[in-house]
C-alpha cells in the first residue's frame, strides 16, 4: 500500500452535524508553487474519504471539505473555501478565499474559483474556466473553455459559457439595484426571483410599471443586437 500522504489530527470543529479534523502532512509534495512538508498542518475534513491520499490534492489554511464531497488528483481547497455535499473537485483545480462548493457541482481541469463565488446544483466548472467575486453559478450551468465569470453574476438554468461574450450584466439603476443577467446560450434572463426569456421578462416589467417595462424592453431590445 502507498504511504499516507496525511492524518486526521484531534484538533476539531463542529459544523451542524459534522466533526471536521485538521489534517497534518505525513511526507513532502509538490503542486506548482505551493510545497507541502512532513509535519504541515491543514485545513479540515470530516474523514479520510473527503481527500485523496494519492496525488498532490490538499486542503490548506481554515478551508473545509466534510458530506460526501470528494478532493483528489492535483486539486487545492485553500484560504476559507468550503466543500461539501456530494461535490467533486479535482484536476489541477484551485478554490480559494471563500467560494463555496456543494450540492452536486463538479469542478476539475484547470479552473479556479475565488472570492464569495458560490457553485451548486449540478452545475460544472472545467477546462480553464476562472470565477471570482460574488458570482452564482447553479442549476445545470457550465462554464468552460476560456470562460471568465466575474462579479454579481446570477447563471443558473441551462446556460453554458464559454468566453467572455457568453454572458451580459446590467444593473437596475433606477430604482432598487437589482441584477440582470442575461445568457446567449439559452437566451434566457435571470433577475431576483425571476428566470424566464426576454418576453416575458418585458412583460413582468410593465405589469410592475411602465417606467419599469420600458427600460426592461431596452435591455432585451439591446442583446438581440449584440454581436458574438
Known sequence: MEEKKFELTDETIKLGEHTLHRIKA????????????????????????????????????????????????DAQILGDAEVWDNAKV??????????????????????????????????????NAYINNNALIYGNTKIHGNGHVC???????????EKISDY?????????????????????????????????????GYAESKDSGKKYEKYVKFVETFDD
Request: charged share 25%.
Open 90 to 127: 479535482y484536476g489541477t483545480v484551485i478554490i480559494g478565499e471563500n467560494a463555496k462548493v456543494y450540492e452536486d457541482a463538479k469542478i476539475y481541469d484547470n479552473a479556479k474559483v475565488f472570492c464569495t463565488s458560490f457553485i451548486h446544483g449540478n452545475a460544472q466548472v472545467y477546462e
Open 151 to 161: 462579479g454579481n453574476v446570477d447563471l443558473c438554468g441551462d446556460a453554458e459559457v
Open 168 to 204: 451580459m450584466v446590467f444593473r437596475n439603476t433606477w430604482s432598487d439595484g437589482i441584477i440582470f443577467t442575461w445568457t446567449r446560450s439559452n437566451n434566457m434572463w435571470r433577475v431576483g426571483g425571476f428566470y424566464g426569456t426576454g418576453e416575458q421578462l418585458i412583460k413582468k
Open 26 to 73: 505525513l511526507k513532502d509534495f509538490y503542486f506548482r508553487e505551493i510545497t507541502i512538508y512532513k509535519g504541515d498542518l491543514g485545513g479540515f475534513i470530516e474523514t479520510e474519504d473527503n481527500l485523496s491520499q494519492e496525488g498532490n490534492c490538499w486542503v490548506s489554511e481554515n478551508a473545509m471539505v466534510y458530506g460526501n464531497a470528494k478532493v483528489y488528483e
